[in-house]
């Protein structure tokens, strides 16, 4: 009941954070923000680009999280949570790789190439689009979901190897939020405060549609159990 | 502003994805919660 009300509160609210957010996070990256002297206008990319990425990973590491809870405890409300996230997560990934080739055409040249992070991150992409595949067409037996939750821990160790891998292989995707050149990284505080507000909105992005995706797999399940029902009382 | 097609095309692919995402899920909670509410009704008349 409790779990209910919350999720009916977070419906109603998120939607009124994470549009005011995304208002202030477009705001400051086409008014406020300084053009960046190399790349030139293109750069504003990354101020989706980047929270994009964070927002996968978050998604990912929840999917992590939850599966762990959920082969813990065997709970269905950890499995429902697993699944949201995943695909949400998806959502961002998506995302990333849909911006970061657009973004990579004016400045290296090429729509892409086999960077060591950009593969990493194909490779993530394409386990989760398997966690999805399976729980869609998997069926909805338990046996599917302790699956899924294997894949879905399995497919978070990729993670770490992301973002270490632009300085364990030194590929050509830049090392902006880890670089250790005091002349790199971003110096401008608007840069910096643009950046976090971004991050923040596509924060309140995630949290709302894992929300609403929440709720429809709770009704689905709910379906599902009522035909159990009727089966039972009709035979 | 020759790069400005690349910057218009990123932005719109974001937007474009969220809300291809938005419709489809309230798509289905509409669906799910249609089928609920058929099965609950169904479900009172096989109890009478």
Redesign the interface.
């Known amino acids: 009941m409790l779990a209910k009300r919350l999720e009916n509160l977070a419906s109603l609210l998120l939607p009124w954070l994470a549009g005011p957010a995304m208002v202030a996070a477009l705001y400051l990256i086409f008014l406020v923000v300084p053009t960046e002297r190399d790349q030139g206008i293109v750069q504003r990319i990354f101020y989706v680009h980047v929270p994009s990425a964070w927002t996968a990973f978050l998604g990912f590491f929840v999917v992590c999280g939850a599966s762990l809870l959920y082969l813990w405890r065997g709970s269905p409300v950890f499995d429902r949570i697993a699944r949201a996230s995943a695909e949400v997560g998806m959502v961002f990934c998506t995302l990333v790789l849909l911006t970061g080739p657009i973004w990579a055409r004016p400045i290296w040249g090429a729509w892409w190439t086999w960077d060591p992070r950009l593969t990493m991150t194909i490779i993530l992409w394409t386990i989760y689009a398997s966690y999805l595949l399976l729980r869609a067409f998997g069926g909805g037996e338990d046996q599917i979901s302790r699956y899924a939750a294997v894949l879905g821990i399995v497919g978070a160790i990729d993670i770490p190897l992301i973002v270490v891998s632009v300085r364990l292989w030194r590929g050509m995707h830049p090392a902006v939020m880890m670089s250790r050149d005091p002349q790199g990284g971003l110096r401008d505080p608007f840069m910096r405060v643009t950046l976090l507000v971004a991050a923040l909105a596509f924060l309140l992005v995630y949290a709302w549609l894992l929300v609403v995706r929440l709720r429809t797999l709770r009704v689905a399940d709910e379906v599902a159990e009522l035909s159990r029902e009727r089966d039972l009382v009709v035979s | 502003?020759e790069?400005?097609p690349?910057?218009f095309?990123?932005?719109t692919?974001?937007w474009a994805?969220?809300f291809l995402?938005?419709w489809s899920?309230?798509r289905?909670?509409r669906r799910?919660?249609r089928?609920?509410e058929e099965?609950?009704k169904?479900?009172e008349r096989?109890?009478r």
């Open positions: 502003m790069r400005f690349y910057l095309a990123a932005y692919v974001v994805v969220i995402y938005v899920v309230d289905r909670a799910a919660e089928e609920l099965l609950r169904a479900l096989d109890r």
